[in-house]
């Protein structure tokens, strides 16, 4: 009923720069947060960055003022700058978003992944 679709991963030079999107779509009343996690080969998953609607935004110290995150609530979309990439950035990308299909019932949703890999 609901799907989230990544996009946008791929392979890129340390130092550069990557744009991840994750569209949501199905049956949405609404959405609540929306976030990116990742997973590094033999690494459990990690969050990266999370915005949650009127509340805020959080992400992990070690992408701090390297990485932006946006959230569009009338698309149902999310995304992810990454600027000043670093080989230990090197993972799969998950989009998350904790999604209301009616007002009263709602869960968590995961995408499919999307690989990032930064050479160094």
């Known amino acids: 009923q609901v799907q989230l679709v990544e996009s946008g991963g791929g392979l890129v030079q340390a130092g550069g720069s990557l744009r991840l999107s994750c569209a949501a779509s199905?049956?949405?009343?609404?959405?609540?947060?929306m976030g990116w996690y990742r997973q590094a080969p033999g690494k459990e998953r990690e969050m990266v960055a999370t915005?949650?609607?009127?509340?805020?935004?959080n992400y992990a110290d070690s992408v701090k003022d390297r990485f932006s995150i946006s959230m569009d609530n009338a698309k149902n979309t999310v995304s992810l700058q990454m600027n000043s990439l670093k080989p230990e950035d090197t993972a799969v990308y998950y989009c998350?978003?904790?999604?209301?299909?009616?007002?009263?019932?709602?869960?968590?949703?995961w995408g499919q992944g999307t690989q990032v890999t930064v050479a160094s």
């Open positions: 998350n978003a904790y999604i209301y299909t009616t007002p009263i019932m709602s869960e968590y949703y």
């Open positions: 199905g049956s949405i009343n609404s959405i609540r947060l």
């Open positions: 915005v949650n609607s009127g509340v805020g935004i």
